[in-house]
Structure formats: C-alpha cells, structure tokens
C-alpha cells in the first residue's frame, strides 16, 4: 500500500484541514446558539474565552486549507502537458477541458472553488477577533451577536462549496504523481 | 436584528463599538473586494497578466493578495478612523453581510461572465 507526495498533501489538504474545519463550523454554529440564548446570554459561559480560542483554531484551518490548496496544490493541477502529450491523465486542468463531459468541472468547480475558498479566511478571522477583542460588546450587543453568527454560517456555505467541488474534482481527476510513500509493505505470497 | 445594545451604562467594561464595527465592514470589504478583482481580471487581459505574482499559481495569486492587503488595509483605516465611536451595529453588520453574500455570488463564474 503506498501513496505518492502529491496525493498525500491533497489529503492533508482536503481530508485534514478543510474537513475539519467543516467539523469545526457545525460546532461553532451550535455553540453560537447555545452561549447566547436570551436565558445564557449573561451567564458566566457567555463571558469565556473558548469561543475566541475555538474560532481562532477555526481561522488557522482556514488559512491553512486556502494556503496549501493555493501555493501547493494549484500548481500541480493546472500544470500545463508538454505539447504532443497524448495521456494527460497526470494534467488534471487539461485533462477535464479536453472533454466537454467534464469539462465544467473546471470551468465552474475550480473556478468557483479557488475564489470562493478565500472568502473562509477573511470571514472567520474577522469572528475570531471579534470573538477575542471585543467580547464584552458580543454579550452586550444582539446586532454584534447576529452579524457574528451570521459570518459563521456564511463562511460553512463557502467552505462547503469549495469542500463539495474539491472533493468531486479529485473523483473526475485527481492530482497525482510525486515520490511514492511506501505505508504498508505486504509480503510477496 | 436590532439597533438596541443591552448596554449597562454603569458597567466599566463599556467600550466604544468603533472597532468592533470596523472588523466586521472590512471582512465584507475584504470579501467584496476578491470577488471584484476577479471579475475586472477575468474581463481584462493586462490587469489579469498583471495579477500572475506566483507564475505556477497564476492570477489567483495576485486576486488573493491584493484582496487581502486591502481587506487588511481597510481594516486598519476604519479602526483608526471609528475605534472612540459607537456606530449602528445592525447598519454596519448588514452591509458586511450583504457584501458577503454578493461576493459569494460574484465568484460563481456563470455570473463573472455576465459582465
């Protein structure tokens, strides 16, 4: 059993940081309901810093996953075939446009997914420093609170539109290539 | 949402919410701002060449980039500007979620090519 370095930061990428940070954001989402009930809104709960601390690790999985899908992973997607390449199955940009059956998944999956994806960090930074700096005004201020949660789940829908196409690009055509990791070595019968 | 702060006036952690309020409109102008400079380079060709700061990356590097120092940039000004002010919340938490939910449709391609 092995796995090459390419598919294995596609791994770390979309299995590692962007599916939990799909996690993370069902969690913040009912944890927002939760501290901020009419009845909780005053409790001492209310007043804790693990709601910054947990959309602050939030805001680092975001970056991460933009981050590594960006500068790491783009570039091997749409790395273009030497001319007179006839299999392009280590192309995958090339590969999905050559035919008009998947075709649209680059030009509306990947092209929707690598700026969608950019929003997640800006939205969740912005609701961890909010989360962080000025939390007295979160349990003061029902507008805060609104916008707050608001940004949360806006930032689940982007990440969940760049989660859903990343993980159907990779069926269409994954990434590959690299040096093979060797995990389990199985003895010759 | 409402424009009522349950506010304690007695209370010594009573703040301006300045700065609150510019975090909140710069990730709606950070937002906005990605999905802007996408469109303008996908609709021209030199402004697009001029985004390719990462060549492997492409463009994407430079809409990224530049959408985030102005997301920081405004950031900065705005807390400056209102962080000894009390704003109307609901107002200024609207427009960021408006420009949000206008940058999530604005990098949908099918709409990027109606302009």
């Known amino acids: ?189 | 949402m409402s424009n009522a702060t349950n506010a304690n006036a007695n209370s010594p952690e009573l703040v301006p919410n300045g700065s609150a309020a510019a975090a909140v409109l710069s990730a709606g102008i950070g937002s906005f701002s990605l999905a802007l400079i996408n469109v303008i380079a996908d609709r021209t060709a030199a402004f697009k060449s001029l985004l390719t700061f990462s060549k492997p990356v492409g463009p994407l590097s430079g809409v990224t980039t530049v959408a985030v120092v102005l997301w920081i940039a405004a950031w900065i000004f705005l807390d400056l500007l209102w962080k000894r002010r009390d704003l109307p919340l609901a107002k200024i938490g609207w427009s960021a979620i408006a420009l949000f939910v206008l940058s999530l449709l604005l990098t949908f391609p099918p709409l990027v090519d109606l302009f």
């Open chain 1, 1 to 189: 059993m092995e796995i090459t370095t390419r598919s294995l930061w596609t791994l770390i990428h979309g299995m590692g940081f962007g599916a939990l940070y799909l996690l993370a954001g069902s969690g913040a989402v009912i944890e927002l309901q939760s501290r901020f009930r009419p009845d909780s809104v005053n409790s001492a709960r209310a007043h804790s810093p693990f709601l910054g601390r947990y959309l602050a690790s939030m805001a680092a999985l975001a970056w991460l996953t933009v981050l590594t899908g960006t500068y790491l992973i783009y570039p091997w997607y749409r790395t273009p075939p030497p001319a007179g390449t006839s299999n392009l199955a280590a192309y995958p940009r090339a590969f999905l446009l050559a035919h008009p059956s998947t075709s649209a998944w680059h030009s509306i999956g990947m092209e929707w997914k690598e700026h969608v994806a950019w929003l997640v960090p800006i939205a969740i930074t912005m609701a961890a420093v909010v989360a962080i700096r000025h939390r007295n005004q979160l349990t003061r201020s029902v507008s805060l609170r609104f916008t707050l949660q608001s940004f949360v789940v806006l930032s689940l829908v982007a990440a969940g539109i760049a989660g859903f196409f990343g993980a159907m690009l990779d069926k269409a055509a994954p990434v590959g290539g690299g040096v093979p990791i060797q995990i389990v070595k199985e003895n010759a019968k």
